[in-house]
């Protein structure tokens, strides 16, 4: 088992930036690809970036929808992953999850291809 807890969520103007933070406990972290989701209200879960586990890579992967607006990176010695957050927009208001993903399965924007998520973090952009 790989337990995930996000944090960093918050409400912030539009045109701000937030940083989110996950921390992973359990099994080896540099086993994983790790990635960030958000659903927004009434929504579908939304792939939004991964950061490949370093037997694939090391690479990190965007959605166009945050492609030069987010940053995601991680740190193996730390077993953290970050997604920092830039020139908000009040369409980027949703609940934020951290997910992790068996490096053998292909793929990564899909929510099935995840093995475990973190409870999730409220991140509130106002007009």
């Known amino acids: 088992q790989v337990q995930l807890v996000e944090s960093g969520g918050g409400l912030v103007q539009a045109g701000g930036s937030l940083r989110l933070s996950c921390a992973a406990s359990g099994r080896t972290f540099t086993n994983y690809d790790m990635a960030w989701f958000r659903q927004p209200p009434e929504k579908e879960r939304e792939f939004l970036a991964v950061?490949?586990?370093?037997?694939?890579?090391?690479?990190?992967r965007y959605s166009d929808s945050v492609k030069g607006r987010f940053t995601i990176s991680r740190d193996n010695a730390k077993n953290t992953v970050v997604l920092e957050m830039n020139s908000l927009k009040p369409e980027d208001t949703a609940v934020y999850y951290c997910a992790a993903k068996e490096t053998y399965l292909s793929g990564y924007g899909s929510t099935r291809r995840y093995n475990y998520w973190g409870q999730g973090t409220q991140v509130t952009v106002s007009s």
């Open positions: 950061f490949t586990a370093p037997r694939s890579g090391s690479v990190p």
